[in-house]
């Protein structure tokens, strides 16, 4: 079993930074082909923010492209580095894994439960 915890969540003033961190835990792991952050605001749809593959391609949707930086270290662990916070950035953040267990073939997405991320002056 696969365990995804993130932290840093917390409240910033608009125009501030925040670094979220996500660990995957287990002793099983074989490697993470492929991070993701999703976030879902208030009376919002969860939606999808960045990406970032096993060879550190990245990607990002087009509310946080510049503003927002995605990172994986050999450790296990994924960031994401908020930069020039909007308020409509509230939500809660969620990380999510692909991961590849021993012995096995093919990764399976792992979720983590989240951290709140407010906005407000």
């Known amino acids: 079993q696969v365990h995804l915890e993130e932290s840093g969540g917390g409240l910033v003033q608009p125009g501030g930074s925040l670094r979220l961190s996500c660990a995957a835990s287990s002793e099983s792991i074989f490697s993470i082909n492929w991070w993701s952050w999703y976030r879902q605001g208030p009376g919002k749809e969860r939606e999808w923010v960045a990406r970032?593959?096993?060879?550190?391609?990245t990607d990002y949707s087009e509310q946080v492209n510049d503003r927002f930086t995605i990172s994986s270290d050999d450790a296990n662990r994924v960031y994401l580095q908020m930069n020039s916070v909007k308020p409509e950035d509230t939500a809660v953040y969620y990380c999510?894994?692909?991961?590849?267990?021993?012995?096995?073939?093919?990764?399976?997405?792992?979720w983590g439960k989240g951290t709140l991320v407010t906005v407000s002056s």
């Open positions: 970032i593959t096993g060879g550190g391609v």
């Open positions: 999510v894994g692909n991961v590849r267990i021993v012995g096995e073939l093919h990764g399976q997405d792992y």
